[in-house]
């Protein structure tokens, strides 16, 4: 199994850009997480999803959209990227309410 | 605000050494696990204990949970230069409905020096 994907690793992008970071797990998992890591911040939840077709916002999700449209996919899509979105995004998921699996990340830089 | 704060921010010992790091949070919790994210990666996940159990083994790890000071701490013993990682502690609250988030405290750097 290669557990929870996260395409691409690495980005950069120009204020103003859109783009759309992709997850993939093949575990599944219902349940599906969006976060950002920024240093001395934690990892704070972006957006969440506990079943194919249904999304939820979490504790930052000005600026973010996401959809669940298979089970096995959540994609996080920056519509106007700014400065501020510099950041490194990991997915996760779960299969219920306990244990989450984690991607390896993607690093993205707004210039 | 964040439901869990680690402590000490960065820890360095010798290899052999005890670690031990603590977590508090502030409101009731369902359960609080431990993560480690090697410099790069993403979490991998340590252990859970649930807000009815005291304390928990797992390998070279030991968590203990005290529910009356809102705390938990994880000890790692014998360390390694592997176990050189920043440790999360993360928190499932109990609000009496489903509740799928998980709020992560901001990590404890470990270093372990061979």
């Known amino acids: 199994n290669a557990g929870v994907t996260q395409t691409p690793k690495f980005r950069v992008l120009k204020t103003g850009q859109s783009m759309t970071l992709l997850c993939a797990q093949d575990m599944n998992h219902e349940y599906m997480y969006w976060y950002r890591q920024d240093p001395g911040m934690g990892l704070r939840l972006i957006h969440y999803s506990v079943g194919e077709g249904t999304t939820a916002k979490g504790e930052v999700p000005d600026g973010y959209n996401v959809s669940r449209l298979k089970k096995q996919n959540f994609l996080l899509g920056l519509e106007s990227a700014a400065p501020s979105q510099t950041s490194v995004y990991f997915c996760a998921s779960s299969r219920q309410t306990d244990t989450q699996y984690f991607g390896p990340g993607t690093r993205l830089t707004v210039l | 605000s964040q439901q869990g704060e680690e402590d000490p921010q960065a820890l360095s010992i010798q290899e052999g050494e005890n670690a031990t790091m603590n977590c508090s949070y502030k409101t009731s ?13 993403g979490l991998v996940h340590l252990i859970l204990i649930r807000s009815n159990e005291r304390e928990k083994h797992s390998g070279r790890l030991r968590v203990t949970l005290d529910t009356s000071k809102k705390s938990s701490s994880l000890l790692i013993t014998a360390s390694r230069a592997a176990d050189t990682a920043s440790y999360f502690c993360a928190t499932r609250l109990n609000s009496g409905g489903s509740n799928y988030k998980l709020t992560f405290g901001k990590g404890t750097l470990l270093t372990v020096n061979p």
Request: hydrophobic letters at 25%.
């Open chain 2, 29 to 41: 919790i369902n359960n609080l696990q431990w993560y480690r994210q090697n410099s790069g990666r």
